[in-house]
């Protein structure tokens, strides 16, 4: 856990969020800050700064968190479609240092995305 990372106080309690789903490794909860109707956010508990940062390790954690995101989205109802992103580096938009996927849905998407 880092300090000054926000999600890991979300994930400590020490800043609340509206958690739409939790268990032992992964935690979501809505986007203060959407950019779609529907715009969750799904977070390891352990802090990696990013995409980049990921070793082989992490690859179970990766397909557990691309999963939730997807149950998350078919629960919102987002059957007919919805985008999963992650964001690498300050050029790429992150601006949360700690591995986050985005499941946006709820309005149409556009090509390219930036």
């Not at 990372?5 to 809505?30: M, Q, S, T």
């Not at 203060?32 to 508990?45: D, E, F, G, R």
């Not at 919805?82 to 992150?94: K, P, T, Y």
């Amino acid at each position: 856990m880092s300090q000054e990372c926000i999600f890991c106080k979300i994930i400590a309690g020490d800043i609340p969020a509206k958690l739409l789903y939790e268990d032992d490794e992964v935690l979501a909860f809505n986007d203060i800050s959407p950019q779609a109707p529907t715009h969750i956010l799904v977070i390891p508990k352990t802090h990696i700064s990013g995409p980049a940062a990921l070793t082989d390790a992490d690859q179970a954690l990766m397909g557990k968190l691309v999963k939730t995101g997807t149950t998350l989205a078919e629960q919102a109802g987002l059957q007919d479609g919805f985008r999963l992103v992650m964001n690498n580096g300050e050029r790429a938009g992150q601006t949360v240092f700690h591995l986050h996927l985005h499941v946006l849905g709820g309005r149409p998407m556009t090509w390219p995305p930036g």
